[in-house]
């Protein structure tokens, strides 16, 4: 966990802190402040009692489509990164289930995994998404990388592992924030709100560790006083994320030229296609805004 906590800026550190410790700003937390006219139920999916446990369980449509999203990119790495297939299956099941499966009944069928399998329901659905992952399949993982004459060590692989939980975590908590504080504001149409609002939803969901560090300040942006403040603001730092991921993008590149390490090349580049995609995306919807306006 320390290894992998290292790429991230302070302000994630002390996302990771609250999350862990419970004192996450959710309406459950929220609620207990009197001075607060604040319910206790989820703002996406309606539920009372919206805890911590809740970010990762929400039934709610969009969130549970953001949820396997995340948990696909952590699944492409596992497969990426020569994980046993088996532990792989493992796994899957398990996010499949949210919370509402034992890893025990998952891998009964499997030999040399029953301890494995009880040290993940000892720890518990949100230890396993908040990175908190046994000693026993770090051993496994190592036979198996050793097995395959891997170029994978242990160490680093368990940081990119931990890394892949926290961000499943992390995209549920920005998806509801980004629900409840986006709101619309200023004289704009609302076609032109949707669209800042929107590429504001997207580029949130950016890994602080795929900017370079200089950059990663601009995720740790207050999103509540984003979302309230002047829409020339948003726009400003719309502009700046492009400018950030045009910058991790070019390094990437240079890198590409110089690595011979493909498979991790590989993945990391892939991201970046899906980050200019996106930075075109935001200049085209501002080029069509800009055309209303004139219109």
């Known amino acids: 966990?320390?290894?992998?906590?290292?790429?991230?800026?302070?302000m994630f550190k002390v996302y990771i802190t609250k999350h862990v410790s419970h004192f996450q700003g959710t309406n459950r937390q929220l609620s207990r402040d009197r001075s607060q006219e604040?319910?206790?139920?989820?703002?996406?999916?309606?539920?009372?009692?919206e805890s911590t446990g809740h970010i990762?369980?929400?039934?709610?449509?969009?969130?549970?489509?953001?949820?396997?999203?995340?948990?696909?990119?952590?699944?492409?790495?596992?497969?990426?990164t020569q994980m046993d297939p088996r532990l792989i299956d493992c796994i899957t099941q398990y996010l499949e289930g949210r919370g509402e499966v034992k890893m025990t009944d998952?891998?009964?069928?499997?030999?040399?995994?029953?301890?494995?399998?009880?040290?993940?329901?000892?720890?518990?659905?949100?230890?396993?998404?908040?990175?908190?992952?046994?000693?026993?399949?770090?051993?496994?993982?190592?036979?198996?990388?050793?097995?395959t004459?891997?170029?994978?060590?242990?160490?680093?692989?368990?940081?990119?592992?931990?890394?892949?939980?926290?961000?499943?975590?992390?995209?549920?908590?920005?998806?509801?924030?980004?629900?409840?504080?986006?709101?619309?504001?200023?004289?704009?149409?609302?076609?032109?709100?949707?669209?800042?609002?929107?590429?504001?939803?997207?580029?949130?969901?950016?890994?602080?560790?795929?900017?370079?560090p200089r950059h990663r300040h601009l995720l740790e942006r207050d999103f509540r006083k984003l979302g309230k403040g002047a829409t020339v603001d948003r726009k400003l730092w719309l502009q700046q994320m492009r400018s950030a991921i045009s910058a991790a993008d070019s390094v990437i590149t240079e890198s590409t030229n110089r690595s011979r390490n493909s498979a991790i090349v590989g993945m990391v580049a892939a991201k970046y296609d899906s980050y200019r995609q996106l930075a075109g995306v935001a200049a085209t919807k501002r080029s069509n805004m800009a055309k209303r306006v004139r219109l």
């Open 1 to 10: 966990m320390e290894e992998a906590m290292k790429v991230y800026p302070q």
């Open 38 to 49: 604040v319910d206790n139920v989820c703002p996406c999916c309606g539920c009372k009692n």
């Open 56 to 80: 990762t369980r929400c039934p709610d449509e969009g969130r549970t489509e953001m949820f396997y999203e995340s948990a696909d990119l952590l699944l492409d790495f596992l497969h990426e």
């Open 106 to 147: 998952i891998a009964k069928n499997h030999v040399h995994f029953d301890v494995f399998a009880e040290d993940i329901d000892s720890l518990g659905w949100d230890c396993f998404l908040e990175g908190r992952v046994p000693t026993s399949l770090m051993i496994l993982q190592e036979m198996y990388l050793q097995s």
């Open 149 to 212: 004459n891997s170029y994978w060590k242990i160490k680093t692989w368990a940081s990119h592992l931990v890394q892949h939980l926290l961000n499943i975590t992390h995209r549920q908590w920005l998806y509801r924030n980004a629900r409840i504080h986006l709101r619309k504001v200023e004289g704009l149409t609302a076609a032109e709100h949707e669209d800042v609002i929107e590429l504001v939803k997207d580029m949130v969901m950016v890994d602080p560790a795929d900017l370079l």
